[in-house]
């Protein structure tokens, strides 16, 4: 090792003590010798065995990406040869955790006594920072650090929550992000001093979040957590309240008990985000805790999504279209179908409707979906017409499918290609969507009325009644939810009201059509009250193209 190998103590001494100044990286490289000496932090973080080590540059080669390899050690040689002065260059070195990421090295030339030195420091670009100039805290880098020394201790338990201010984009995009800096410096104050007296540390994460962990949270941590999270609330109320309602905002907060003999940190990081997130959904400004079967069922649920893209991207693989009668009230014919939608995972098997519709809706999947829906149907009301001329074909339309997409296009385009008019086809939409304030849903719909199609409200009495569009003419059927039919020979109630509603209706030109008809007794009280249309398991359960197609077969034979 040469003249390096008498000052090897002194040269480890000094980067030890230098080390302890810097998040960089230092090194001594000893050219003429081909030897190595890295700050020992080095072996943490990138994939190196030992930060002391000979034969260094085939050493380097390994660590050093493939393709930078020749203009480093190039740039390195013209070093040693006293061409330049200066080693500074960016180029990717292999990393224990992110694979290969971008550093820059800087070296300078020192001769001494005859040997060629070149000193410097490696420092990997983009890593984030260790301190928040905003807040003045620490960020979670200096925390995910801690936690890893927690756990090679003796272990702890403890609490860790995370806090994020509500509506932080448009804190920013109204006021400006001068405003959202002194919002963020407000929180962090609060946490600050909160973390003196309840003995707790704070880092400031992503974008509006913090994170606080405690790690002396004894007793009941749940109803503990929910006590800080309240103190911090108040703390927050107090501030606005002095400075005059200059600045106002709401956080919500996710927390989770962790045990660090079992708990990683990308556990508890997960865990409390994904609390968090709950509170965010349940309406903000709120606290929530951890719950295990609550994780369990949003991972269902990603899973489940995700099976239902592939899927979609599968020409609509495991799903099918059920129909179910819809029959002639005074005669209890036959004279048309509701077009529902089944599917069966592969992991799951067959699902109810109820749990993976609001998935394809929340992924917009509903919309390539629903053009299968419509030629699916269309399709098969091309058949059944030549059966039952009168038929008419009932297709559920989602809001997603109204507000996102050029619904009546794809409508248009696929019924089109039938010799089944427009007049045997009904477009449900679910009553709960208030339409009326949605000048262009509005104007959607009525291109459906426009064009020959006539539109229903499914559902009608459970959510929004919206009479607007039945005055307007918009909707020519209401379909008379299964809650007001349920014993409705027994309930002077229900009677009532679905009496009131279908003789409103029939003064207002609009047809009735009453579901979840299931017995003898509900249907004689249902025909007593003059519905036009009834559909229910009395009358047959949704059933596949093939069986439907038997039954109207065998009702048109018995006809004749």
Request: with cysteine; net charge negative; charged share 30%.
């Amino acid at each position: 090792m040469g003249q390096m190998g008498e000052d090897i103590a002194d040269w480890k001494y000094f980067l030890s003590i230098i080390s302890k100044c810097t998040d960089d990286y230092l090194y001594i490289y000893d050219l003429s010798d081909d030897y190595a000496i890295y700050s020992s932090s080095i072996t943490k973080d990138f994939e190196l065995d030992v930060a002391e080590f000979s034969n260094a540059g085939r050493k380097l080669k390994d660590v050093i990406y493939p393709d930078d390899y020749e203009a480093v050690f190039n740039n390195i040689s013209e070093l040693q040869n006293g061409h330049i002065s200066c080693h500074n260059m960016e180029y990717r070195w292999k990393s224990r955790k992110n694979g290969y990421v971008f550093i820059s090295c800087r070296g300078q030339l020192v001769r001494r006594n005859g040997i060629n030195y070149m000193i410097g420091r490696v420092s990997e670009i983009g890593k984030k920072n260790r301190y928040d100039n905003v807040t003045g805290i620490y960020t979670d880098l200096i925390l995910e650090d801690r936690y890893d020394d927690i756990v090679k201790s003796d272990g702890h338990t403890g609490c860790i929550m995370q806090i994020g201010i509500d509506n932080f984009k448009e804190i920013n995009e109204k006021y400006g992000t001068k405003t959202g800096d002194e919002v963020l410096a407000i929180l962090a104050g609060i946490l600050v001093r909160q973390s003196k007296e309840q003995t707790f540390s704070v880092y400031r994460t992503r974008g509006d979040e913090f994170i606080i962990v405690s790690l002396d949270m004894s007793g009941d941590i749940k109803k503990n957590a929910k006590m800080l999270y309240k103190t911090i609330r108040e703390d927050i109320d107090s501030v606005i309240d002095d400075r005059g309602y200059d600045v106002f905002f709401n956080i919500s907060a996710g927390a989770y008990a962790f045990d660090t003999n079992t708990d990683t940190y990308k556990d508890i990081i997960k865990n409390t985000r994904f609390a968090l997130h709950k509170a965010k959904l349940n309406g903000k400004n709120r606290f929530e805790f951890f719950d295990k079967a609550d994780y369990a069922n949003y991972i269902k649920r990603l899973e489940i999504q995700g099976e239902l893209r592939s899927s979609v991207n599968d020409n609509f693989k495991g799903f099918e279209l059920f129909y179910q009668p819809i029959v002639d009230a005074d005669t209890g014919r036959i004279e048309g179908a509701e077009a529902l939608l089944r599917w069966k995972s592969d992991q799951y098997g067959f699902m109810s409707p109820v749990e993976f519709i609001p998935l394809l809706e929340e992924s917009s999947l509903i919309i390539p979906l629903g053009r299968w829906i419509i030629d699916t149907a269309a399709a098969q009301c091309n058949e059944w017409v030549k059966i039952i001329p009168q038929f008419v074909m009932h297709i559920n339309l989602s809001f997603v499918q109204i507000a996102k997409s050029n619904v009546i296009k794809d409508v248009i385009e696929n019924i089109s290609k039938y010799e089944a008019g427009n007049e045997h086809f009904v477009f449900e939409i679910t009553e709960s969507i208030q339409m009326d304030s949605n000048i262009a849903i509005k104007r959607v719909l009525k291109e459906f009325v426009d064009n020959g199609f006539l539109l229903a409200i499914d559902d009608f009495g459970t959510g929004y009644s919206n009479f607007e569009y039945m005055k307007d003419k918009m909707f020519g059927i209401l379909k008379i939810d299964r809650a007001f039919i349920t014993d409705i020979h027994l309930t002077d109630n229900n009677r009532i009201l679905v009496s009131f509603i279908i003789k409103m209706a029939h003064e207002m030109g609009v047809k009735i059509c009453v579901e979840g008809v299931e017995t003898k007794d509900e249907l004689m009280a249902v025909t007593k009250l003059e519905a036009d249309y009834i559909q229910g398991y009395y009358y047959g359960k949704p059933v596949k193209d093939v069986e439907f197609y038997r039954m109207i077969k065998q009702q048109e034979r018995i006809k004749r």
